[in-house]
């Protein structure tokens, strides 16, 4: 059995800079990759309908993968990854 844990994500505050330059903007049911100055889109990895979201961090390459493929599943699979990811 893999034991599969949540990936380490932080919503972006004005001051904090300690993160994988690349950052998620996560809804219900969108998620989209952000460049590093905030500033566009590098990608759509899942165009919704909601714009209500949060523009989130990761620690590192590897979670910032990681989380990609979690979010993912989960808007595919009708979830709403801010249950989790919020918590």
């Known amino acids: 059995m893999v034991n599969v844990m949540s ?9 904090d800079s300690t993160h994988y ?4 903007a ?15 889109i590098v990608e759509i990895i899942n165009d919704g ?3 209500d979201g949060y523009l989130l961090s990761a620690e ?12 993912k599943k989960d808007i595919c699979s009708g979830y709403n ?3 989790w990811i919020l918590k």
Do not use: G, W
Request: hydrophobic residues 35%; charged residues 30%.
């Open 26 to 40: 996560v809804s219900c049911d969108t998620l989209y990759v952000i460049s590093p100055d905030k500033t566009r």
């Open 7 to 15: 990936p380490k994500l932080k919503v972006i505050t004005a001051e």
């Open 21 to 24: 330059e690349y950052m998620l």
């Open 60 to 71: 590192s390459e590897d979670e910032f993968l990681d989380t990609i493929l979690r979010i």
């Open 81 to 83: 990854p801010l249950h």
């Open 49 to 51: 309908t909601n714009i």
